[in-house]
């Protein structure tokens, strides 16, 4: 199995190169549409794959690679799930807005995946340094300020009540998210998210217990449920079918446990 540490070196140098000398230093050319304006890359976004590509790749033989922006310029490249290698999945840069506007949510996101096995996962916040990682069977840790915590399951309440969720945006219609938003009494708050990388150490630490996102493209989500995995988290489509990598259709529910997912999926979803 790879050597965790390895990869969250990797991935600090290539923020450390790549990402953070363009944080708050983007000329204007320096950012793209991509599907219109809310759906942004930076030069940052681009090489820092670039690099993680390479240097990832590296790592196991025989390995392939899936990147956020590999796929938008060959949509094919996700076919690399169905071949039973190893996949690394990338986001570069999680939060691309908030990195052009010069804030701090941003993550850069990596996961190794075989097949429909979850095998390891990495969340990096260049800004703060935080790291959360992990590997199947394992657990789930996190590094902050150069010290290594193996992380507990949070403490989850156990009345509907008291849950706090979180809300996807994109793809959403303003109907949808009224509807959503008048039923949220079943629980005790329905917030909107900011973007994964940033919203899955909250549910890793317990300020959040589950979430909904309607966009569900595996380089936002196999890195952190690969984690959240850990914790004993389940997570399935709306339908309550499967969530697999590569798929990018149905929807996304991320629960405590199965139990749960079914209540949110009966009180919000049906």
């Not at 690399?80 to 990195?99: E, K, L, M, N, R």
């Not at 992380?151 to 969720?165: D, F």
């Not at 938003?181 to 909107?192: D, E, H």
């Amino acid at each position: 199995m790879i050597e965790i540490e390895r990869v969250a070196r990797i991935m600090r140098e290539v923020a450390a190169e790549e990402i953070v000398p363009r944080w708050r230093n983007l000329a204007g050319a320096d950012v793209v549409e991509k599907t219109g304006p809310s759906d942004i890359v930076t030069v940052a976004d681009r090489a820092a794959e670039v690099a993680l590509t390479r240097r990832l790749a590296e790592l196991i033989a025989g390995s392939r690679v899936v990147g956020e922006e590999a796929v938008h310029a060959d949509p094919t490249v996700l076919q690399h799930f169905a071949s039973g290698d190893p996949v690394w999945v990338i986001d570069p840069i999680d939060g691309t807005s908030a990195f052009a506007k010069g804030e701090s949510g941003f993550t850069v996101m990596v996961a190794l995946v075989r097949g429909e096995e979850l095998l390891a996962g990495w969340i990096l916040a260049p800004s703060s340094g935080e790291l959360h990682m992990g590997e199947r069977g394992s657990g789930a840790y996190r590094v902050r300020d150069g010290a290594v915590t193996r992380l507990p399951r949070p403490s989850i309440p156990t009345m509907n009540k008291e849950l706090i969720g979180l809300l996807g945006r994109r793809h959403m219609s303003d109907a949808r998210r009224a509807e959503l938003k008048a039923r949220a009494g079943a629980f005790a708050a329905l917030q909107n998210v900011s973007c994964a990388g940033m919203d899955y150490p909250r549910l890793l630490s317990g300020s959040a217990h589950f979430a909904i996102y309607n966009k569900s493209e595996p380089w936002d989500h196999l890195p952190g449920l690969t984690l959240a995995s850990e914790q004993g988290f389940a997570f399935c489509k709306h339908d309550g079918s499967a969530y697999r990598p590569g798929d990018n259709a149905g929807g996304l529910v991320i629960a405590p446990s199965e139990a749960v997912a079914g209540d949110i999926r009966r009180l919000l979803l049906a």
